[in-house]
DNA sequence: CTGAAAGCGCTTACAG
DNA sequence: CTGAAAGCGCTTACAG
C-alpha cells in the first residue's frame, strides 16, 4: 500500500542501502546520488516506516503514559507538560485514561510492554500486589509522577507533601483560625493521603490546638466529594471558620457547597486549595492553594526518564519538587472577637 | 533484550509457528502443546512484539490524534471520550498537544505517518495550505472533530453551530434582551467562527432588533480573551444586558472580568456560553451554555473512524450531532422597565 | 563512496 | 494437527 524504501531506490537508480543512507543523514554519499534520492522521495511521497525502523533497531521511541482522569485539570496540565517535553526529545505518546478502573491500567500496561515502549510513565497510586507484581518483573523502566504508592520502592516525582501539607495548615493558624477542617484524600497513597494528613494533624498540635476529628473528612480528590464532604461538614453543630482541602478540585467542590448554603468565601469560612492547578485563577474567589510546579514535575519527569531509558542516571530515591504557598483571595484572617461569635452563632 | 517467540517455542519443546498459533487462538493446536506453550509464556513473561506483528499484519492499531490545548475543559473530556471508545476497540493513541503550533502540527502528522497509524483525528482548525495539501495526499483517513476548517471539503463530526448559535442568541432575546453583546471566535473557521457569528446576527434581525457592532467583539475561545474581550465592552457607553460567548471558556472569562468590577451574573448581565464542558457546572452562577454532546462526539468520532478504516463505510457530507440549551443560573429575564433603567445608568 | 546480504520478531501460505 | 521457509520494510556490518 505505502510507499516502500524498494520504490524509492527504483526511482532513483540506486541501492535500498543508499536510500537508507540519505534518509539517516550519513555522510558518504554523493551529492548527485543523494540528490536524485531526495527527488524520488518527494515525487513519491515516501515516509519511511518507524514501524519496520523500530524492530531493526530496538527503538520504538514510545512512552507509555497512565493518567488516572484526563477531566480534571490537574492532570491534563502535567500531561500537556509531559507531552511537550517527550516532543522536544522526539519522543511519541501513548495514553491510557484508566478513570479509577485498575483492569484498565494492567490491560495497557501489557499493551506498553507489547508496542516496547521504551518507558512507563504513572500518575496514579491505587496499584494493586498483580500489578505491582507486573511492574516489577517488567524491564521498562517505570516512573510515577506527582503520586507514591503506598507499601512500594518505586521511584516518584513528588514534593514533599508532609511539608507542603504543614505549611499550608501552619499559614491558617497565623491567620489566627483554629477550628480549621481537613477534606483527605485516600488513605492508600503515601503522600497525598497520610502525609497530608499527618502534617495537617502535627501542625495543629504542634501550635497548641486540639484535633477535632469532627471536622475531618476523606474525599476522592474529585470536586464532587469536595462538595459533599463540605456539606456533612456543615451540619456540625460549631463550624469551621476554614478549610483545607488537599485537592483544588476539593476545594472548589467545598467552595460551591458554601456558595449554595449562602456562606462566603472567605467572609464566613476560609478555604484552602493544594495542586494550584488552573482552576485556582479561574473561581472567584481565586483560590489560595498550596501549589505542586505543575510544569517543572512534568518536564523533570520526562527528561528522568530520558535518562534511565539511555542508562545516564540511575535512580536512588525520589526526586523532591519545591512546594510553594500560593495566596489568593479564599483565605482571610480571623480575630479573636470573630471566635466568639462564630461559636456563639452556631 | 525481552524474550521472543523463539525463546517460547524452545523452552516448550515446539516450532515457532505453533507458538503463533497458540498466540493467536487458533484451532488446531493439540492440547498438550497448547499448553506447554503457554507455561513457557508464563514462565518467561513473554509478551509478543506488536512491533513485529504490526510489520508483517500491516495494521498498528494505532489512532494518531491532533488536540489544540489539552489544559481545556472542553479538549480534554472529549479526548477522554476518544481514548474510551478507542480502548474498547483494541486501539491506541497516539497524542499530540499542538498548542496553537501549526510547525507542531505538520510535525506530528509526519510522525503519524511514519507510524504508520490507521486514522489521524484532528480537532484543530486552523490548517495551512501546506497541511491541507498534506492531508490531501495522505492515504490514512482523516476526520475532523469538533471543528471545521474553512474552505476545505474535509469530513467533520459537529454540532450545527449556525442553528445552535441562533436558537442560543434567541434565547436571549426571548428573555427580553436587546442590547447582546457577542464575544465570537476566530473567522477563520466555518462554524465556531463564522456560522455561529452570522447566526448570532441573524437572529438578531429576525426579531427586529439592530446590530450594534459596538457589542461585537472577537477572542480566541481561551478565559484570558472572554476576559479580555468583556473589559472592552464594559468600557462602552451603554452597556449590553447579557453577553453571548461562543465557548465556554470565554464565557467563563466574561463573567470573572463582571466579578472582579463589582456586577452581578446574571443580576446585571446575563452570560451565555457554548460547549457544555464540565466548567459550566463547576462556576457560580452556574453557566447556562448551548451545549455540544461532548461524550458522543467522541464515541461516534473513534466509531466513524473505525468504520473508515476497515472500509465498511464511506464518508459523505458531515456527521451532525444534536445540540442542546442547558438552562442554569446565568441568565436572567430583563423586563421593559430594567431596560429604561439600564441606558439611564450608563 | 556504494551495494548485496543478513537479520530484527513476528505471521502466513504451503507442504506434509 | 505441525513445522520449514518466505516475507513484512527497514538498518547495518561486511566487502569492495
Redesign the pocket.
Known amino acids: 500500500?505505502?510507499?516502500?524504501?524498494?520504490d524509492?531506490a527504483k526511482r532513483a537508480?540506486?541501492?535500498?542501502?543508499?536510500?537508507?543512507?540519505v534518509?539517516?543523514g550519513?555522510?558518504?554519499?554523493?551529492d548527485?546520488?543523494?540528490k536524485r534520492v531526495n527527488e524520488a522521495i518527494k515525487e513519491l511521497g515516501?515516509?519511511?516506516?518507524q514501524?519496520?525502523?523500530s524492530?531493526?533497531?530496538?527503538k520504538t521511541n514510545l512512552i507509555g503514559v497512565i493518567v488516572p482522569d484526563l477531566t480534571s485539570n490537574f492532570y491534563s496540565t502535567i500531561l500537556s507538560s509531559i507531552e511537550k517535553t517527550a516532543s522536544l526529545n522526539d519522543y511519541n505518546l501513548l495514553v491510557c485514561n484508566i478513570i479509577e478502573d485498575i483492569d484498565k491500567e494492567f490491560k495497557y500496561l501489557n499493551v506498553f510492554q507489547e508496542m516496547r515502549v521504551e518507558g512507563i510513565i504513572i500518575m496514579h497510586e491505587k496499584i494493586n500486589p498483580e500489578i505491582r507484581d507486573f511492574i516489577n518483573r517488567l524491564q521498562i523502566p517505570v516512573l510515577f509522577s506527582t503520586v507514591k504508592p503506598a507499601d512500594q520502592n518505586f521511584t516518584s516525582v513528588i514534593v514533599d507533601d508532609y511539608k507542603a501539607a504543614y505549611e499550608a495548615t501552619d499559614y491558617l493558624i497565623k491567620l489566627g483560625h483554629e477550628r480549621i477542617a481537613f477534606i483527605g484524600g485516600d488513605m492508600r497513597d503515601i503522600t497525598s493521603g497520610q502525609n497530608r494528613y499527618t502534617a495537617y494533624r502535627n501542625a495543629l498540635t504542634d501550635h497548641g490546638l486540639k484535633i477535632l476529628y469532627e471536622l475531618i473528612r476523606f474525599g476522592d480528590y474529585k470536586v464532587a466529594s469536595g462538595y459533599a464532604m463540605m456539606n456533612e461538614l456543615l451540619q456540625i453543630e460549631e463550624q469551621p471558620t476554614a478549610v483545607f482541602a488537599v485537592s483544588d478540585d476539593m476545594a472548589l467542590g467545598a467552595m460551591n457547597c458554601l456558595h449554595d448554603r449562602g456562606l462566603q468565601v472567605p467572609g464566613d469560612i476560609s478555604v484552602m486549595g493544594f495542586d494550584g492547578s488552573q482552576l485556582t485563577e479561574l473561581v472567584r474567589p481565586r483560590l489560595t492553594s498550596m501549589e505542586q510546579p505543575i510544569h517543572e514535575m512534568g518536564q523533570l519527569t520526562v527528561e528522568t526518564m530520558l535518562e534511565l531509558i539511555s542508562g545516564s542516571a540511575k535512580l536512588e530515591g525520589d526526586i523532591i519538587m519545591q512546594h510553594r504557598l500560593v495566596v489568593r483571595d479564599s483565605c482571610r484572617p480571623i480575630e479573636q472577637a470573630e471566635k466568639q461569635t462564630a461559636v456563639k452563632s452556631s
Open positions: 500500500m505505502a510507499v516502500k524504501i524498494k524509492v537508480g540506486v541501492s535500498v542501502t543508499t536510500v537508507s543512507r534518509l539517516n550519513e555522510k558518504y554519499v554523493k548527485d546520488l543523494k515516501y515516509a519511511p516506516s514501524i519496520a525502523r524492530l531493526v533497531r530496538n
